[in-house]
């Protein structure tokens, strides 16, 4: 769906049309309920994958005791968790999923207010949506704490994945030590 802002209208009216035919979400994933676990892996995205959010340091600064606390507020808790420019990774053990989206979707609209404002861009639309995946098992939710921890290296933020200070990789690696993390 990357491509949606280069397909012309009859592109995209083909492809909402597909996505309703097969009771898919038309413009983005769906939420699942009820699922086997308590633990997700939830990904907020700037709009269009602009860098809203790392627009500068300050504000990656100010939105982690936010992202925190919203997490914190829903009795949850977080193993991994990581920030970039334009999304943040958030791993999570959390009871009440359909209440946390809620309350991310306020952060959203709160934080997007605010950086209009400083960027004087009323208006403009800082976030897309929070997408949230099951974990399947311990495999997967390893898996997922070590792609959360990489990630700041994956998209060239950083060398190494110690070196990235939006991230709980430095918490995690003085809690395992370093012999069982890497």
Known sequence: MY????????MRESEVERRK?????????????????DQYLLTGTCYEHSPILGAT????DAFVPLLHQAFTDEH???????LLPNHYHVLATIADLPSLLGRLGRLHGRTSFIWNDEDGMRGRKCWHRVSDRAMRGEAHFWATVNYIHH?????????KWTDWPWSSALDFLRETGREDAL
Do not use: C, D, M, Y
């Open 76 to 82: 949850a808790t977080i193993p991994a968790w990581v």
């Open 151 to 159: 990630n700041a290296v994956k998209h060239g933020h950083a060398l």
């Open 21 to 37: 035919r097969l009771q898919r979400p038309w413009h983005g994933p769906p939420h699942f309920s009820g699922q086997q676990t």
């Open 3 to 10: 491509a949606w802002r280069k397909w012309t209208l009859e």
């Open 57 to 60: 340091a300050a504000r990656l």
